[in-house]
Nanobody, 124 residues
Framework: QVRLVESGGRLVQAGASLELSCTAL????????VGWFRQPPGKEREFVAG????????DYADSVKGRFAISKEDYKHTVFRRMNRLTPQGPARYYC?????????????????WGQGTQDTVST
């Protein structure tokens, strides 16, 4: 198991950019693929982006393709997720999750470890 800590969430205006990070404590993420999920209040947690163990392969939900970028820096035990041209939406909590598999998954139950999430809101 690995403890994951997300950070970077905040209130931003539509059109702005925001970077979230997910840091592993206690060990590296060298053997993990990582996914980011988003959960608005009262709704299901949904896949947003994922990165493979090697960092060479990424996957994005259609709604964020072309605007979000996920990258993995193993030596910092961190996965970054850059979000550009944010669209107006209410508050949501962003979670990162890790699994010791070569590639990420869009399925929540495929992940073994989850962080506590970081909150952000995109205002009009």
């Amino acid at each position: 198991q690995v403890r994951l800590v997300e950070s970077g969430g905040r209130l931003v205006q539509a059109g702005a950019s925001l970077e979230l990070s997910c840091t592993a404590l206690g060990r590296t993420l060298n053997w993990d693929s990582v996914g980011w999920f988003r959960q608005p209040p009262g709704k299901e947690r949904e896949f947003v982006a994922g990165v493979s163990r090697s960092g060479a392969s990424t996957d994005y939900a259609d709604s964020v393709k072309g605007r979000f970028a996920i990258s993995k820096e193993d030596y910092k035990h961190t996965v970054f997720r850059r979000m550009n041209r944010l669209t107006p939406q209410g508050p949501a909590r962003y979670y990162c999750a890790a699994r010791q598999e070569p590639v990420s998954s869009r399925v929540r139950r495929a992940y073994d470890d989850w962080g506590q999430g970081t909150q952000d809101t995109v205002s009009t």
